[in-house]
């Protein structure tokens, strides 16, 4: 049995819920916890839940805001003070910053934006994609330990009767150290929707779309699902969406239950993004794109007719 | 100023992948490669600024095989000054090429003021080698920034997050900055600037030049393979207006009762 430690950041003073998935997949290991800063006890039963034996509460100053020295510089006094064999965390924004120079700090080894793994003799075993997702390999770790892990979002997937851990806290007192670089602010997305990386349902517009102006009959579809918005390089680099939405090889890579294509050929590169999305559906007025030979369903039509009809369709499905 | 841009060389965006037989990496051969095409922001930056600071230079580094040098020759067109490749294997992972870009800048004897590389390669995707670099060289470093102002030796950068929504980090040279798409446009090499380039100086050093040995790799990838293929799904024609409606009704109904995704 490996120890592992699992580091959650927190979104609104709740863990992601790709800490979670990771705790469900590691039934079997004695997994703990550790969180910057302070969580209520209903978070912490959440996360005993999923198997977490002891939850570590890392308390310091300098440390109300993210950082990439002062998170590192922390995580490293307590990890050091403890014996893991692995250290995971989600492959978020964060996650991606901080995981390299934490795990440098140990000389050690980092896999990163890993979709599976098993313990094959006591040792990780992770399945990744490279190329954006054009191939998958087999990913191991050598070197110093503890070895270090990102998970990507929603893909290994929530664990349905997961084993509960003990879920004792525990508060350590770390030191943040010499920050040099610092938060002074931060700007609001002029969004407020769940990410790309981590939307269960996304609806993407391609050059078809023709102008920003029109990205209104996918913002109103998306309204009705609960869906994230979502772009083709070809849409972005022509100006109708910032890259913020992109999805594919220069972009976001994207793995949602349901996948909504609309006016987008299906390039390589974007294909790379999005393939493993659960469901495909296609819009395109074009009978041969691409795209097609990737959807599950798909519509030959206007896009510009099939989209508002379709919303209004899912409204009276939905009860809307 | 010296400032030091890191690039790779990947296949073109079009590449069609095939694993190689023994799964240990994808065929080469007859790949086209091209600069990341993150890293041409990051090239882009430091020629901004050397616009308006004629005393800075910037050398690109470069760790990866010398089949062809596209990259770098690629960097010098668009006004980088000089170039340092250490010759590897395309498949070195991240803590292996942070630690021969390190010995690479020490090679130079030139004191690095900035840093910066592409915010992630789109081969292996790892988005690692920028900020291991930074711990390796004990600087701060921001990744997948999307704005930069430089006044003296105060850098004021926008890192994007999720959803779009930004922080702003102030910090002072050195330091390591990870670009991403939006921070700039990148020119394009001019003729003159591509005769340029062949003229200008590129030191070539091996792995052991730069204190890197196969011990020093952390990530170890075998069984490349291509994902599943899905089987085909149905397709529906509604390009008769007629139809629109019972084509759409009938494509979410199955969402409901056949993939139970609504």
């Known amino acids: 049995m490996a120890n592992v430690l699992v580091f959650t950041e927190l979104h609104d003073g709740h863990v992601k819920p790709v800490t979670l998935e990771i705790l469900g997949k590691l039934s079997g290991q004695n997994a703990d916890v550790a969180v910057i800063g302070d969580i209520d006890a209903s978070q912490v039963a959440e996360l005993a839940k999923y198997g977490a034996q002891s939850v570590h509460k890392l308390k310091g100053a300098n440390l109300e805001k993210y950082s990439p020295e002062g998170y590192s510089n922390s995580l490293a006094e307590f990890i050091k003070s403890k014996s893991y064999d692995y250290v995971f965390a989600g492959a978020t924004s964060m996650g991606k910053d901080l995981l390299p120079r934490l795990a440098t700090k140990f000389d050690a080894g980092l896999a990163s934006d890993v979709v599976n793994f098993i313990f094959e003799g006591g040792s990780f075993a992770g399945t990744r994609p490279l190329f954006a997702g054009k191939c998958l390999a087999k990913v191991e770790l050598a070197g110093p330990k503890p070895h270090f892990i990102s998970i990507r979002p929603n893909a290994l997937g929530m664990t349905a009767n997961p084993t509960a851990g003990a879920g004792a806290c525990a508060d350590t007192n770390v030191n943040a150290g010499n920050i040099r670089a610092t938060i002074k602010e931060i700007v609001k997305a002029a969004s407020t929707k769940v990410d790309l990386t981590e939307a269960n349902i996304i609806v993407t517009g391609g050059r078809a779309m023709k102008g920003a102006e029109n990205f209104k009959i996918l913002e109103q579809m998306a309204d009705v699902i609960g869906a994230t918005v979502g772009a083709s390089r070809a849409a972005v680099d022509s100006g109708f969406a910032p890259h913020a939405m992109q999805v594919g090889q220069t972009g976001k890579t994207v793995a949602p239950s349901l996948y909504i294509a609309c006016g987008v050929s299906g390039a390589i590169q974007h294909l790379a993004g999005m393939r493993t999305s659960k469901v495909i559906v296609a819009i395109n007025s074009d009978p041969d794109a691409p795209i097609f030979t990737k959807a599950d369903y798909g519509i030959v039509g206007d896009l510009f007719q099939i989209v508002p009809i379709m919303t209004e369709e899912l409204k009276k499905l939905l009860g809307k | ?262």
Do not use: H
Request: proline share 5%.
């Open chain 2, 1 to 262: 100023m010296n400032i030091f841009v890191c690039v790779k060389q990947v296949p073109d965006t079009e590449t069609k992948v095939t694993p190689t037989s023994d799964g240990s990496f994808i065929e080469t051969s007859s790949i086209k490669w091209i600069m990341n095409p993150y890293d041409e922001f990051a090239v882009e930056q430091a020629l901004l600024i050397k616009q308006s600071n004629s005393a800075a230079n910037v050398t690109v580094l470069r760790v990866g095989s010398v089949k062809d040098t596209e990259a770098l020759r690629t960097a010098m067109a668009m006004g980088a000054d000089d170039a340092a490749l250490v010759e590897a294997a395309d498949n070195l992972d991240s803590y292996s090429i942070a630690k021969a870009l390190k010995g690479a800048i020490e090679k130079t004897g030139k004191k690095p003021d900035l840093i910066l590389a592409g915010k992630q390669a789109i081969d292996d995707d790892a988005l690692q080698v920028p900020q291991v670099l930074a711990e390796m060289l004990g600087l701060p470093s921001v990744s997948v920034i999307v704005g930069f102002e430089l006044a003296g030796n105060n850098v004021k950068v926008k890192r994007e997050v999720e959803g779009g929504a930004l922080e702003v980090y102030e910090l002072s040279t050195p330091c390591v900055l990870a670009c991403n798409k939006g921070l700039n446009t990148p020119r394009y090499a001019s003729l003159p600037g591509i005769m340029k380039a062949k003229k200008k100086p590129m030191a070539q050093y091996s792995l052991g030049d730069v204190g890197v040995s196969e011990a020093d790799r952390r990530v170890k990838y075998s069984q490349f393979r291509l994902p599943p293929e899905k089987p085909p799904g149905k397709k529906f024609d509604a390009s008769d207006a007629a139809k629109q409606k019972e084509v759409v009704n009938q494509v979410v109904g199955l969402l409901r009762t056949e993939a139970k995704v609504i």
